[in-house]
Structures are given as C-alpha cells and as structure tokens.
C-alpha cells in the first residue's frame, strides 16, 4: 500500500457509513399502511442497544484473550480495569435508554405492538453473547419458556454459543488468575491460620464487649451477638475447605476455595500499593454485575408498565420472566460474598516485611 493510499482522505460520511445506519429503520406499522409513529423510537433504541452490546463484546474479547495467555502481567491486568470501566460507563448509558423508551406511553405501543410478533429482545444474539462471555451459564439460568436461552437462534449462532460455553468466559479466567496468586503462603506467613486467629480474636472481643455493655437489656445483647455470628455462621466456609467445596458441588458456590481465599486477601489488604490494581479489577466485576443487575430489574418494571400481565411478543411471560433473571443471574456473586468475611484493617494480621518486599503480582498461566 503507498504512503498516498494510506493516509488519503476520508468523509465522515462514508467513514461512518451513515447513510447505511440511517436507511436502516423500516417500520412495520408503514408496511400493512397503519403508521405509528413512536414505532420508530422503539427501532432506534433497540438498535443502539445492539451497537452498544458489540461494544461491550468488543472489549470482552479482548480482555478474555489477555488473560486466556501464558502470563498474565500487571500491564494486561490495568489494561482490563480500563476496559471494563469502559463497559461499565455503556451499561449506565443502557439503564439511561429505557428511560427513553419510556417517553412512549403504553397505548402508543399498542399502535404497532401487535405488529411484532414473535419478535423478541430475547432473540438478542449479542446480549447472549455477553451473558456467555461474562459466565453466565445455561445450568445457572432461568430457562426460557422451559427450553434452553439458545433454541431461538438458528443452528450457526446456537454452535457459537454453545463453543462459548465450553470455553473460558472471564469469571472462569479471573479465578484461575486468582488460584496462580502467590499471596496465600510466603515463608512462615500462612495467611488462613493467620486470619482465622484474627476472626476468633475479633469476635471474641466484640462479643465481651457487648456482654459488658450497661445500656443493653438481655434481650439486645443476644440478638447483637446473633447478628455478630461466629466462626460456625458465615466465617464457616473460608475456616472449613471442605465445606467451601460441598457448596459449589452443590452449585450454592462457583468459586474455588483459594480463589475465595485469594481475593479475600486482595480486598483485606487492598491498601498495599502492590494489591490496588488487583482490587481494582474485583470491584469492577461486582460493579459490572450491579449494574447489569439494574438493567434487567428496570427492563423488567418497564415491561410492566408497558404490557401488565400481558404475555410478551416472543410468548414469554414478559415482566415475570425478566424479574426473576434480575433476581437470581448474578454472575459475580461470589466476589460480592467476600464482604461477608472482612475484618476491621486494626484486626488484620500483620504482614512481615519480606513479605510485603517481595509482593508481586505477576503470575505464570500455568498451575503448579
């Protein structure tokens, strides 16, 4: 290619192929000669619901192929705090749009509603995608009708999805990348026989201190001691390995137990300067589920609004069916869990110094 072809000039036009997108709204209601007019935002919407899950699919793959290499560096693991802050930017932007959509009352909908049919955002392929991507799984889902997510998509997108599912999707990455850290063990420091000692000791001092307590009556102190729990309560399965492992057997967990105990170690120490981008990452996974987790309930009211308890145009049972996916597909619940296990910083066990000299986070993709 020459110098001249190279760098020729462009139009924002053609470079944006603008005529393509904007030529690319038909309505329905103008075919069978019955306009509606909001019909056209509905299209809009949705079509930029589409570019935007390509964006966030975009930046998944990307972010997937760097941590599916044989290492994994502090340069790859910044790179994808960036990247899913950018993600996390579009999904507010997706909650923002349903307001929008709502601009549009319930009887202007029915205008071409019935035109729909079976149409449906549950055809959306890229939503899928994404869902995939992250880790949401077919034996974690709210099944469709009683029949798997990917039966409405002919057979080349359904052997995509099911190759997504066989693959890595980020949560499956992230805690491998998690169970490679060298955190846990360093010399004499074993960090679980460390913080157990400090969780019995914690409670133990909260627990005198609310036995000691003039101001309470009986009554307060054991519901504050209930409250409090104890190493036998939520403690239970980062003291006991084996129950940890039961309870993703059991699908109540999807974590490994030292993933759990790695980023339990990632959040506890998060002031460590050598730990702040590995928090980092963390939080923005629970920040991604929160906010895809508000998407859904606020699709969800929106349906509501729009249809009651009409059934939805793919023969779905609309605001049920997308509340209950609200409720139950989180995909990074296990790292919201971890907040259940943190102690005050003035309990944390001390790190000794070599340790924190020769903290690193630079990790082979190859498990010992």
Known sequence: MSTDTKYSSIHYNSYLQVDRITSSQSLRSDEVGA???DEMLFIITHQ???LWFKQINFELRSIINDFSKRQVNEKNVGIAVSRLDRIIEIMKLLVQQIGVMETMTPLDFLDFRNYLFPASGFQSFQFREMEVMLGLKQDRRTTYNDKPYHCVFADTKKETL????????????????LERTPFLEFGEFRFVEEYQKAVVKMLDLEKEAIMK??????ESKQMRLTMLGDTNTYFSNIMNEERHIQLVKE????LSYKAT??????NLYRDEPILHV???????LVEIDDHLTTWRYRHAQMVMRMLGKK?????????????TTAAKHHIFADFHNVSTLLIPRSALPELPDNFRKNLGFYFSAMKE
């Open 35 to 37: 306009h509606a007019h």
């Open 48 to 50: 930029v619901y589409e």
């Open 162 to 177: 099911e190759g997504l599912e066989k693959g890595n999707s980020l949560l499956d990455l992230i805690e491998d990348w």
């Open 213 to 218: 307590s003039d101001i309470l009556s009986e």
């Open 251 to 254: 699908g109540k967990l999807q």
């Open 261 to 266: 105990l790695a980023a339990l170690f990632i």
């Open 278 to 284: 590995p928090f980092l990452l963390i939080s923005k």
């Open 311 to 323: 059934v939805g145009t793919g023969g779905s049972s609309g605001h049920e069916y997308l509340a």
